[in-house]
T-cell receptor, first 110, second 112 residues
Framework: ELKVEQNPLFLSMQEGKNYTIYCNYSTTSDRLYWYRQDPGKSLESLFVLLSNGAVKQEGRLMASLDTKARLSTLHITAAVHDLSATYFCAVDMRGNKLVFGAGTILRVKS | DAMVIQNPRYQVTQFGKPVTLSCSQTLNHNVMYWYQQKSSQAPKLLFHYYDKDFNNEADTPDNFQSRRPNTSFCFLDIRSPGLGDAAMYLC???????????FGPGTRLTVL
């Protein structure tokens, strides 16, 4: 059974600081997704990582995938308040199934 | 704009009273999914359709059923909602197996 672990589960950071969220998974997969969710809202797709070594960047967020280590990271650069949300990684388990991590609640303080 | 639409956005029902949630899509995707997301938890897949083929997750309670009358629409039926079924229900679609999933805005279900 595929298990996906995110850490930290809660992250409080100051504006302007950098931090990384980690997503580990237990079985082979070469597709990983990062989503953002604001309170009471649906999931917004941030990144689709499809191969080993994939790196994608959008604004202050950068995501990477190491399929050999079964690890993805979401790096936040110079955080701003608008980045406050819950971030989920989700791993594609062959057979149409996404398995989600528990989510990381990010709070950026002014 | 091509999109995934869910109705209603908010649904209040009484304990044991059947309820139906609706999802429609203009993306012409083959696969439609239903997820349940309880407060402060990750989304959990209930079932999905690939075209007309229904795929139920092993741990989805029998209380939850789904229908897909055509490519565009998919329904989630909760036959006898319990207090524990209060959650956000998310519909998603994807073009093919292992394609990126696109999520609708969700329906928040309250059970009184």
């Amino acid at each position: 059974e595929l298990k996906v672990e995110q850490n930290p589960l809660f992250l409080s950071m100051q504006e302007g600081k950098n931090y990384t969220i980690y997503c580990n998974y237990s079985t082979t997969s070469d597709r990983l997704y990062w989503y953002r969710q604001d309170p009471g809202k649906s999931l917004e797709s941030l990144f689709v990582l499809l191969s080993n070594g994939a790196v994608k960047q959008e604004g202050r967020l950068m995501a990477s995938l190491d399929t050999k280590a079964r690890l993805s990271t979401l790096h936040i650069t110079a955080a701003v308040h608008d980045l406050s949300a819950t971030y989920f990684c989700a791993v594609d388990m062959r057979g149409n199934k996404l398995v989600f991590g528990a989510g990381t609640i990010l709070r950026v303080k002014s | 704009d091509a999109m995934v639409i869910q109705n209603p956005r908010y649904q209040v029902t009484q304990f044991g009273k059947p309820v139906t949630l609706s999802c429609s899509q203009t993306l012409n995707h083959n696969v439609m999914y239903w997820y349940q997301q309880k407060s402060s938890q990750a989304p959990k897949l209930l079932f999905h359709y690939y075209d007309k083929d229904f795929n139920n997750e092993a741990d989805t309670p029998d209380n939850f059923q789904s229908r897909r009358p055509n490519t565009s629409f998919c329904f989630l039926d909760i036959r006898s909602p319990g207090l524990g079924d209060a959650a956000m229900y998310l519909c998603a679609t994807s073009l093919h197996t292992s394609s990126e999933q696109f999520f609708g805005p969700g329906t928040r279900l309250t059970v009184l």
